[in-house]
């Protein structure tokens, strides 16, 4: 049986241009700090229409509000099902390549783990483990503990 293609593999409508063209301008306006809330409403709106090489910012998790910064990920990591044009499967490979290293670097020093439930913590874990390998993704608070940059290196891949 044939699954509906997601609105973002379906060329846009007439009546969705607008919409879109908002969206890409409220990302573009890019987070204020005071209040990450409005750039991460047009974020959870552009999941739906964009893939991720498409936005024309990419913001780090430590950036964004709890409630998209998991779904945010996982959008962002999940593997297109189709590309328009055979140049868009290079231009997506050239920015999950960035996007790992920025996730390694993020994850790594412990940023956007902060403010993160306990209990979500092992999902995202499990969200970036496949894509990362073990990186040293200990939340801050554990690091105090650490008698070497060694014990800061999670091995389980959050299984």
């Not at 379906?10 to 809330?37: F, K, V, W, Y």
């Not at 991460?40 to 739906?48: E, N, P, S």
Request: glycine content about 6%; charged content about 20%; proline content about 13%.
């Amino acid at each position: 049986m044939l699954q509906p293609p997601l609105l973002r593999e379906l060329p846009a409508t007439p009546g969705e241009i607008p919409l879109l063209n908002e969206l890409l301008a409220g990302i573009s306006r890019g987070i204020d700090p005071a209040d990450p809330s409005d750039f991460a409403r047009y974020l959870g709106a552009a999941m739906f229409y964009f893939l991720p090489h498409e936005l024309p910012l990419t913001p780090v998790p430590s950036q964004l509000p709890l409630w998209v910064r998991v779904p945010y990920l996982k959008w962002s990591l999940a593997v297109p099902q189709c590309f328009r044009e055979s140049s868009e499967a290079d231009l997506h490979a050239r920015w999950l390549e960035g996007w790992l290293k920025t996730l390694t670097t993020e994850l790594g020093d412990g940023r956007g783990w902060e403010d993160m439930p306990e209990y979500q913590r092992p999902r995202l874990r499990r969200l970036v483990a496949p894509h990362l390998g073990p990186v040293p993704i200990i939340p801050p608070a554990d690091w105090k503990n650490a008698s070497s940059a060694a014990d800061l290196v999670d091995t389980s891949n959050g299984r």
